[in-house]
């Protein structure tokens, strides 16, 4: 299968983060060449004159099945954020998590996300809508205390069970997802750890994504959440810790010298108001790999990781009083090469060059809110200009998943009907 794209600006976010002009040429899902001229025909030619290609970002936390519960909690403190969406979150069935998981992956698609990191329950089902959606689901299945969940039988079990089902298909790869520390025993992380690197799977966790969470595992273990962790041996170069807004500089220094990579969460962060600015400059300068995570739509209530770059950036400077701080071009890298750094992939996806798959996303280049595209501010444009009804075309693995607007992979108008009325169903 041959497929071109023809005539774009190229945000490559190569080693020199090139921005060129011209033509792409994919093969059987592979990238084979990117710039100049191509000569001849192909299966699928995409015309892109004006408009600019990127890779597909990279949502890097997320609970893609809660999208049908948008609206549900907002506006509350957090206790009784929680109280409301887990009492609703303990009556889903595989109905509704299935419809919410269809609903939040044509939403991603829309916005140009063609990878995502999820952390759940009943992954099994929300593969199914992964793969019916055409692009790469990271699904950590939800693992905790046996105490603590409403799963049947043990979570780590069922983790693995879906590990080794689903192992080797080509949108899915199973994850170990740990709640975090206040619902996780010493030994559940360390078996969840063990289990991980034996299967050279991504081990995503929540980590102090609020004060009282810090407060509660300084009671209980006499050190902070990410100190905890580093002492009892957990981290390790495995780890995606999403949120990290609650750090230390030695914390950081901790995650950095193991290895661990963390997924901001601005938006989710400033919503729920559990307060404090992710330390990312000092995670940077350490040298930890970030990247963005939307969370779930209970949280931000959009999946658009276009909003989720500008957030992030915004909150940095303000917070800061310095504008230089997270400029466009670093924050479009946690998105893309440093998202696929994070998720241990960065040899496969995250940029547009030669040998890798070719998950793209086209952005319509004539838009007023794109323009004038000149390449010294096409990337700024991206970052603070940009949104998800920019998306024209995604290509995840070379595979068209939209074209000119147009989802291929899925019924846009029976998934949103079947995720209305499993709402309807669920939340009465």
């Known amino acids: 299968m041959l497929t071109l794209i023809r005539d774009a600006y190229i945000v490559t976010q190569d080693a020199e983060r090139r921005l060129i002009k011209g033509d792409i040429l994919i093969r059987d899902g ?12 192909a ?72 990878t995502f990191v999820d952390l759940y329950y009943s992954q099994d089902i929300i593969a199914r809508a992964v793969e019916r959606s055409g692009i790469r689901g990271i699904l950590g299945w939800a693992v905790l205390d046996q105490e603590f969940t409403t799963q049947k039988g043990v979570p780590l079990e ?61 009671r209980k273990e006499g050190k902070r959440p990410g100190d905890y962790l580093s002492s009892i041996g957990f981290l390790n170069d495995h780890c995606l810790a999403a949120h990290s807004a609650w750090l230390t500089i030695n914390e950081v220094r901790g995650l950095a010298s193991s290895g661990t990579k963390v997924s901001s969460c601005p ?23 970030v990247s963005i995570g939307t969370d779930g739509s209970t949280t931000n209530n959009s999946l658009d990781m276009f909003g ?15 504008p230089t701080v997270l400029p466009a071009q670093k924050v479009l890298d946690l998105a893309t090469i440093d998202a696929a750094r994070a998720v241990r992939m960065d040899h496969l996806i995250g940029s547009i060059e030669v040998g890798k798959r070719a998950d793209l996303v086209i952005m319509n280049g004539k838009a007023a809110n794109l323009r004038p595209a000149r390449p ?14 920019n998306v024209k075309s995604v290509l995840c693995d070379g595979a068209a998943v939209m074209l000119d607007g147009k989802l291929i992979t899925m019924n846009e108008e029976c998934v949103l009907s079947e995720a209305e009325d499993a709402a309807r169903a669920l939340l009465g």
Request: glycine share 8%.
């Open 308 to 322: 989720e770059m500008k957030t992030l950036s915004l909150l940095q400077k303000s917070s800061r009083w310095d």
């Open 158 to 218: 069922n983790c693995a069970r879906f590990h080794r089902e689903f192992r080797g298909r080509p949108r899915i790869y199973p994850a170990v997802g740990l709640q975090g520390v206040y619902v996780c025993s010493t030994q559940t992380f360390l078996s969840a750890k063990e289990y991980a690197l034996e299967n050279d799977l991504l081990l995503t966790f929540h980590l102090s994504e609020t004060r009282k969470e810090v407060s509660d595992c300084k």
């Open 376 to 389: 010294d501010t096409i990337v700024s444009n991206l970052v603070y200009s940009s949104f998800g009804p």
């Open 43 to 114: 299966d699928l030619e995409l015309q892109a004159s004006g408009d600019i290609v990127l890779p597909g970002l990279i949502n890097t936390h997320t609970h893609v099945s809660m999208s049908i519960l948008k609206g549900i909690a907002d506006d509350l403190p957090f206790p009784q954020f929680l109280d409301r969406t887990f009492k609703v979150d303990a009556q889903r069935t595989e109905r509704d998590i299935e419809a919410g998981a269809a609903q939040g992956c044509l939403e991603m698609i829309r916005s140009g996300t063609t």
């Open 267 to 289: 938006v989710s962060n400033m919503k729920l108001a559990t307060g404090g600015v992710a330390p990312i400059p000092e995670m940077l300068q350490h040298g930890v790999t």
């Open 30 to 41: 592979v990238i084979e060449q990117v710039g100049g001229t191509v000569n001849g025909s």
